[in-house]
């Protein structure tokens, strides 16, 4: 990619040689070290990139072959700023415009976290703030793994989290302890362990030492499968440990615990129709408000919707804008019916187990009931299920490193 750029700085010709012999000529290329590249055959022909610089070096060649080549492209920037060497302003503009956009691209413009469901990206975006973590932040000064450290911390029912950099985005990912975390893939020689107690129900294993078998009860962190090879002499004696990514296909049999508690009582929101609508633009962490009526209403809902400029999907830009809606509302106090609770329960159970099923999990048994006491709706239990129950976790060195001692290398002696 580097080599790429610097040709199109200093610029590059498509050469067409024909003739007889244009294997000669190539020849004397490679004899007198003239640089050529991309060389393809067509038909009888032969044709190759060659820079600038070089192209003026094949005079001596040309009247050795009488094979003379010609120009069929020019690549580059001398070609292009040549071709608009009248519009100066235009070109100038455009390293100007290339000059901000690397410039922009050193900090971050945008924070995505998603994954949570008791927490809103809301509330997660208040603590990496509270942490000096913001949108126009240099991205050198961002530490994805104290980031995740610190959440960990924060928040002990999130059991799962993840940062990282793409562009100029900073992606938080969170898995709350109720929710299965997701797969992740190895790049380094690791162990599979078990991120929970649970028993295995199911274990086909394509690479390492299993450690467990079907039928073993198992607790959080033990290792399931060794990502370590043990090599063996025919007298049983360990001559060598290789690490190896440990593979293989577990289901484990664990479980959940449900609980949700809700108010018989509640206050229901009559919007009246009446709204304001305030128009913005975001520079940097300051909004500019272009229209900004004062607000007449007692109570009201804010509806802030954001937009960020942004060239790709992880290259986004210090400029947003967006509107501000203020609904205005009467609130009303209602009490919910046995019916309609139980109702509600059962819908919020119901997209519990949808987000089970699709972190693949399989429920075996529901232990959840629903009851109506001192005025709130209640539902709780243990939920059964059949999942993959685990996780890489990286060798260390120190694991399969046999050190040589002293006694070892007297007998090689």
């Known amino acids: 990619m580097l080599r790429k750029l610097i040709n199109w700085f200093r610029g590059y010709l498509t050469i067409r040689i024909q003739g007889t012999s244009p294997e000669r000529f190539i020849n004397l290329c490679c004899n007198k070290k003239i640089f050529i590249w991309n060389l393809r055959r067509i038909d009888q022909n032969y044709e190759f990139n ?21 120009i069929v492209k020019k690549h580059g920037f001398p070609f292009y700023s040549h071709r608009y060497r009248k519009r100066k302003g235009f070109l100038i503009g455009v390293i100007l415009c290339a000059v901000l956009l690397y410039i922009m691209s050193l900090y971050i413009w945008d924070i995505n976290v998603y994954g949570g469901s008791k927490y809103t990206p809301e509330a997660m975006l208040k603590f990496l703030n509270q942490n000096q973590i913001y949108t126009g932040i240099k991205k050198k000064k961002v530490n994805c793994q104290e980031i995740e450290e610190r959440i960990r911390l924060e928040y002990k029912d999130i059991g799962w989290v993840s940062a990282e950099i793409k562009g100029t985005r900073l992606n938080i990912k969170i898995t709350e302890t109720s929710m299965p975390a997701p797969a992740i893939i190895a790049r380094a020689p690791s162990h599979i362990v078990a991120t929970k107690d649970a028993i295995i129900r199911r274990m086909v294993t394509s690479s390492g030492t299993p450690m467990v078998k079907v039928g073993d009860v198992v607790k959080k962190g033990d290792i399931l499968v060794s990502g370590i090879l043990t090599i063996k002499s025919d007298f049983d004696e ?13 289901l484990c049999k664990s479980y959940y615990d449900y609980k949700d508690v809700f108010s018989m009582d509640y206050i229901k929101k009559i919007y009246t129709g009446d709204q304001i609508t ?52 009467i609130e009303q106090k209602r009490s919910y019916s046995q019916e ?35 005025n709130s709706c209640i539902t709780q239990g243990r939920i059964i299920v059949e999942e993959p129950a685990w996780e890489y976790k990286t060798i260390q060195e120190s694991e399969w490193r046999i050190e040589q001692t002293d006694e070892h290398n007297g007998d090689n002696n």
């Open 278 to 329: 305030r128009y913005y633009m975001t520079l940097g962490r300051e909004k500019i408000f272009l229209y900004k009526p004062s607000i007449r209403y007692d109570k009201y809902d804010i509806i802030d919707n954001e937009n960020t400029f942004h060239i790709t999907d992880s290259y986004y830009l210090p400029f947003r804008y967006g509107t501000v809606t203020i609904r205005e509302y």
């Open 50 to 70: 060659i820079s600038i610089k070089n192209f003026k070096k094949l005079k001596p060649i040309v009247r050795k072959t009488h094979l003379v080549p010609r």
């Open 340 to 374: 309609e609770a139980i109702s509600i329960a059962k819908e919020k159970l119901k997209r519990y187990f949808d987000q089970l099923n699709e972190n693949g999990v399989l429920i075996l048994e529901n232990n959840v009931t629903i009851t109506i006491e001192n």
């Open 238 to 250: 360990i001559l060598d440990l290789k690490p190896v990514i440990a593979d293989a296909e577990i």
